[in-house]
């Protein structure tokens, strides 16, 4: 199955401190791997993406992650959060034919002044 | 270039109603596919339409429908409305590209 799993339903942490969002990927020859953002009453908005090349990829808003084959994971960072990155986090992977997304359960992170 | 759009943003409902919902896309953009999002089940697909075809369909009763206008701008519909598909409905945009995928702001459904 083309699935993805988010490790951790809450995160809570302190202003300026680093974070990290845990996210697994149920594992597939070709894989395109997406972190998007939910701000209460709001869509979704488009962090950053992995499509191919650098396993290291940057977003928006200082957020990073890394794609580790070897692992099957896309764990999404930030080193110094701030009030306004209080949101909810979805992982998700485009399917094999690229016309739909399969998304995570999603991560509450709570930044805490 | 504008963004996603869905109207209406919310909408209250009866039990045993019917709704429509509509999302238009990026100009240009062809694609187009709808979620429901609710507290306990996430984010789910319920279908994608491409040029006025659905090409891809989740799993969800046949009460929920959809279809696409050649301007490319999407309506779903739900028939017979229960109050377990009170939800977010979520509307992307897609020019057909991986990884150009863009979702309008939802249309919050209640259904009472």
């Known amino acids: 199955a083309q699935s993805v799993t988010q490790l951790d339903s809450q995160v809570p942490v302190f202003e300026e401190a680093p974070v990290e969002l845990r996210c697994n990927y149920s594992?597939?020859?070709?894989?395109?791997l997406f972190w998007y953002v939910q701000y209460p009453n709001q869509g979704l908005q488009l962090l950053l993406k992995y499509l191919s090349g650098s396993t290291l990829v940057k977003g928006i808003n200082g957020f990073e992650a890394e794609f580790n084959k070897s692992q099957t994971s896309f764990h999404l960072r930030k080193p110094s959060v701030h009030i306004s990155d209080t949101a909810e986090y979805f992982c998700?992977?485009?399917?094999?034919?690229?016309?739909?997304?399969?998304f995570g359960t999603g991560t509450s992170l709570t930044v805490i002044p | 270039k504008a963004g996603v759009t869905q109207t209406p943003r919310y909408l209250i409902k009866t039990r045993g109603q019917q709704v429509t919902l509509s999302c238009s896309p990026i100009s240009g953009h062809r694609s187009v596919s709808w979620y429901q999002q609710t507290p306990g089940q996430g984010l789910q697909f319920l279908f994608e339409?491409?040029?006025?075809?659905?090409?891809n369909k989740g799993n969800f009763p046949g009460r929920f429908s959809g279809r696409q206008f050649s301007n490319s701008r999407s309506e779903m519909n739900v028939s017979t409305l229960e109050l377990g598909d009170s939800a977010l409905y979520l509307c992307?945009?897609?020019?057909?590209?991986?990884?150009?995928?863009?979702f309008g702001p939802g249309t919050r459904l209640t259904v009472t």
């Open positions: 998700a992977r485009l399917s094999n034919t690229g016309n739909q997304f399969y």
């Open positions: 339409y491409f040029s006025e075809t659905q090409r």
């Open positions: 594992s597939s020859v070709s894989v395109y």
């Open positions: 992307a945009s897609s020019s057909g590209m991986a990884g150009e995928q863009y």
